[in-house]
């Protein structure tokens, strides 16, 4: 029997990451459902009454403000044109382009097919299109979550390493809360576009791995 057992913890540990990936398409396929059929998500009203009555001041809006910026076109596009530059290995610089071309052309596909609207209630900035999955918060953790993924693979420094992979996790779920924060998404948009774009980065790292940086 413990043979039995310590087989399928060798198993679970060896595919954690497809099971992950199972999970998360999933659960994503699951509010996609809801979005779909136009039904009431519980984790929208809970997920906004929360933000609301814990955060939402005069102090703390400028800095959702910033936050959601880093989640932004310009500011991606940036860091992935300087990545391109000023990355000696010129494939890694391409892989990390080509990872915010396709998250944002997914984002893209799969607004258009869901075409939710955004909320209206209480808006503190202004936004265009549809509202599911979010964009800021799906496109940011396939950009920042790969980033994370090289800085593991090549940062030696363990402290370097772990600091940075910590800034950016949190910088990436900061920017979820700020879509929030700032009314122009529901919860299960962001949680909607965090779910995708994990499913999506364990694909995507596995066949840069394989085809470019094995190379």
């Known amino acids: 029997m413990k043979f039995k057992i310590q087989d399928i913890k060798d198993w679970l540990l060896k595919n954690s990451k497809w ?44 800095i959702a403000k910033i936050i959601t910026n880093f989640g932004g076109a310009i500011c991606l596009s940036l ?16 892989s990390v382009c080509l990872n915010l071309i396709i998250a944002t052309a ?28 979010s964009g800021h918060s799906m496109i940011s953790m396939a950009f920042y979550g790969f980033i994370i993924y090289l800085i593991y693979k090549y940062v030696k420094n363990k402290k370097i390493k772990y600091t940075l992979i910590t800034v950016l996790s949190i910088l990436i779920f900061s ?33 840069v791995k394989r085809f470019v940086l094995e190379k």
């Open 79 to 94: 860091i992935a044109i300087i990545s391109l530059i000023t990355i000696k290995n010129k494939k890694i610089g391409i």
């Open 175 to 207: 920017i979820g809360i700020s879509r929030i924060y700032l009314g122009v998404h529901y919860t299960s948009d962001v949680l909607g576009g965090f779910l995708i774009s994990i499913s999506y980065l364990i694909i995507y790292t596995r066949l």
């Open 19 to 62: 099971l992950i990936l199972f999970i998360c398409i999933i659960a994503f396929l699951a509010i996609a459902e809801s979005v779909w059929n136009k039904e009431i998500i519980v984790i929208d009203i809970i997920g906004y009454k929360v933000i609301s009555n814990l955060l939402i001041s005069d102090l703390v809006t400028p």
């Open 106 to 133: 997914l984002n893209i596909l799969l607004k258009n097919i869901l075409q939710r609207p955004r909320p209206i209630e209480f808006r503190l900035i202004n936004e265009t299109g549809y509202s599911f999955p």
